[in-house]
């Protein structure tokens, strides 16, 4: 298991919030974001990009230490987390106050912390959290750590009687 490194989740999320506009940067699509990131390096290499820990809500994968990592993101003054209701609901937009420092990230981890970026900001945030309920999502209990190598079966399908025929026909018998 990779342990979390906070300066490096401190420094995506001040990645993501000075590359998408504010207005389309809010809690959902943030989390989703690192989500994804962290779920594609971890599917390309075996390891995420931050080691951080994301738990089940009914929105989809929420990071363990995001509340944490945005106030000290704020306290530095490198981000502003503004506030808002949005009838019923607050609303939060996440806003870079300097330039993101990258030198902890390698060319791989920029490319897929930007192709995650414009992936979760092409959609809705209800389709995004619809679209994270793969079946890492779908096996874990509410609140409990989604284990990141159970994303390793979200491309996995049924088998078919197909095959299964085929496995039976190509496997030697056992001895």
């Excluded at 363990?64 to 502003?80: F, M, V």
């Excluded at 900001?121 to 994270?132: K, Q, Y």
């Amino acid at each position: 298991m990779m342990q979390f490194d906070r300066v490096k989740f401190k420094a995506m999320i001040h990645y993501i919030a000075d590359a998408v506009p504010r207005a389309m940067l809010g809690k959902v699509r943030l989390n989703k974001i690192l989500w994804f990131s962290d779920r594609e390096m971890y599917l390309q290499t075996g390891k995420t990009i931050s080691g951080e820990t994301y738990l089940k809500y009914p929105q989809g994968p929420i990071s363990e230490n995001i509340l944490t990592s945005c106030e000290e993101l704020a306290d530095e003054r490198k981000i502003a987390v503004r506030k808002s209701r949005y009838f019923q609901h607050e609303q939060y937009e996440y806003i870079s106050l300097q330039e993101p420092d990258i030198q902890a990230f390698t060319a791989q981890e920029i490319d897929i912390i930007s192709r995650m970026i414009l992936m979760v900001t092409s959609m809705s945030a209800s389709e995004v959290s619809d679209f994270s309920h793969g079946r890492a999502w779908l096996t874990t209990e509410f609140g409990k750590e989604i284990p990141m190598f159970s994303v390793l079966a979200e491309n996995t399908r049924e088998l078919t009687p197909d095959d299964a025929g085929w496995i039976y026909k190509e496997m030697p018998p056992c001895q």
